[in-house]
């Protein structure tokens, strides 16, 4: 290939500007590796060129300069740090986005892990309270929470709240409910309790190795989500990885493994141009199971991300029909009433000193 600094619009450029120093090879990088992973993007399905032919290519909508991206999604935690993403939750489905070859999938994958990785983290205090606002889709519309959780597992918090076994009288589920119980790590130690806190999953991801084999390896030997008959090693993996990102604070290089891990599940593609549930700009990491998994699910199932930040913004997790007893038969009515999965978003997340508190 041809310099392009040969071509004379180049250099009269250059001597109208001969007062600007050159770019770095350092600053050159990131746009260089964005442009290398456009040209490789195909577009897959409906739309398609004869042969997988990209009908179209054009750079991804992303930030070069990532120190926005850190203040959005890094863990500075200690001084209360949030991310906070604004949205509408009246939608509940992604418009068609451009669905991307595995190759272009991988390149963009590894990108993500190579921003998230760079990241910096602070551990929170053992008093500090891990703030999240979630909304879930369901038949009843979108219904939003927050929650407050101590990072030393004595204490748990929530709006709306919801009163305690048999206690209705004069209940106010908009009064913030308080919970403060026993020392749930100590709880974990004695008994072998197998719900961490915050801080012992927090302290166990950080053990983990960056390989992103070594690390999922790691994950299916101690995470203890539980095994289901049947279950193929990437559905596992598929499974594994979708809990993990529930997690509100995560290491960075767990964060660039979970990526790079992503990139190697069968059947695994990033999707851009789509929104989250909430309606926000979203890039998202799907598969398909043409018919349902081990543990149920079937069709399409998708992980929203930030597009710049990569930050985790929710998910859609489908369901196919209800399974009847046999003899039994489901009417055109009763399959549109099919349980349509789980489809969840993160609105806010950080790091407070109270319950009740927001970043």
Sequence with gaps: MNDLSELPEVSALREMRSDVPLPSPELLAPQRELLTAAFREET??????????PLSLSLPRR??????????AGLAVAGGVVASLSGDTTSTASP??????AQ????????AAATVEKLGANEPRPKQWVYEKSTSFGSDG????????????????????????GNFEDFDPNK???????????????EGYDDRSQRQFYRFLATLP???????????????????????????DWREIDVLYRSVLIPPKVQAGLFRALAKIPGAR?????????????????????????????GKQEIFFDPETYAYLGEVQGVGPIELPEGMSQSPEDLQESDPGIITARAAWGVVDKPGARP
């Design 176 to 190: 913030l409910q308080v919970w403060y119980g026993p020392n749930q790590e100590e709880k974990w130690k004695e």
């Design 104 to 111: 272009a999938s991988a390149d963009t994958l590894e990108l």
């Design 142 to 165: 979108p219904q939003t929470s927050e929650q407050w959780t101590r990072w030393d597992g004595t204490g748990a918090a929530r709006l709306p709240g919801s009163p305690s076994a």
């Design 270 to 298: 990033v999707e851009k141009g789509v929104e989250d549930p909430l309606g926000r700009p979203a890039i998202g990491v799907t598969v398909t199971y043409a018919k349902p998994s081990a543990a149920g699910w079937t």
């Design 63 to 72: 930030r070069l300069v990532l120190v926005g991206a850190a203040a959005v």
């Design 96 to 101: 068609a986005g451009q669905l991307l070859s």
């Design 210 to 236: 960056s390989d992103p084999d070594r690390m999922m390896k790691r994950i299916r030997q101690e995470h203890a989500i539980g095994d289901i008959p049947g279950e193929t090693p990437a559905e596992r």
């Design 44 to 53: 897959v399905g409906a739309g398609n060129g004869a042969m997988g032919t």
